[in-house]
């Protein structure tokens, strides 16, 4: 059995690196217009596993409601979520999915933003899921895709999300795009694998954009991990 630290250390430590960041926000109108469009003045933030530490950083103690897995790691972030003022919701595709599907839906109904790895909680690597689209359908609320770098970090390359962790003092830049409102009528197959696209699409432009403003060259993933757009059907690819 795998170490797993105490909820008390990974608290103090995590806590206090996150206070030494330096974050910049980008994009903030984006993120107002789409509050006034929700029907619950609340959004659903999309991202990429790798950057959850820092947005949960740059959020604590507000009303967001995240994501996590029933694993291990998953219960150590959820012990984090609490105790920095969050609201973690367990599960994953292949455990709790559907309950924690009702939970975040249920959390947004009362006011709470959502934060969702559209990747994780156990990838494939930068490949985006269905799920974020379906809650955005039946509540109502805009997705709104971020992208994340700090200036300063150690990327996790053995991890299946190369998981960044900024080091202490770095400046974060995040950056919010334009909101993403999806019609209540359910999709076809065909529309939900463009949708899955064109967020991949975008947060990869944002992640770009978030690396120019820390001051950084942005290198895109290998083409080997964006092999799952090239797989779906040639007139999904494009579709607007």
């Known amino acids: 059995m795998g170490y797993k630290p105490p909820a008390g250390l990974v608290h103090f430590l995590a806590w206090n690196l996150s206070r030494s960041l330096r974050y910049r926000q980008y994009g903030v109108e984006h ?12 959004v659903i933030f999309c991202l990429w596993h790798q950057a959850l530490f820092e947005i949960l950083g740059r959020h604590h103690h507000q009303r967001v409601a995240a994501l996590t897995s029933l694993s291990g790691d998953g219960t150590i972030i ?12 367990r599960g994953s595709s292949s455990r709790g999915g559907l309950k924690a599907a009702r939970e975040l839906m249920q959390a947004i109904s009362e006011g709470w933003h959502a934060a969702i790895t559209v990747d ?38 053995r991890s299946w999300d190369r998981f960044r962790l900024p080091l202490p003092g770095s400046t974060v830049a995040l950056v ?11 999709p076809t197959p065909i529309e939900v694998a463009a949708r899955r696209c064109d967020l991949a699409r975008r947060l990869h432009a944002l992640e770009a954009e978030a690396t120019t403003c820390v001051g950084r060259t942005y ?20 579709h607007d």
């Open 31 to 42: 993120l107002r217009t789409a509050m006034a469009a929700s029907p619950t003045g609340t």
């Open 176 to 186: 919010y795009g334009a909101p993403i409102c999806l019609p209540a009528e359910y």
């Open 78 to 89: 959820a012990t984090y979520m609490d105790r920095i003022g969050l609201r973690p919701v």
């Open 120 to 157: 994780g909680p156990r990838g494939p690597f930068k490949e985006v899921k269905p799920g974020p689209f379906e809650i955005a359908r039946r509540t109502g609320a805009p997705l709104v895709p971020v992208g994340v770098r700090a200036a300063h970090e150690y990327s996790f390359k």
């Open 219 to 238: 290198a895109p993933p290998p083409p080997t991990y964006c092999r799952w757009m090239q797989r779906l059907p040639e007139r999904t690819l494009s």
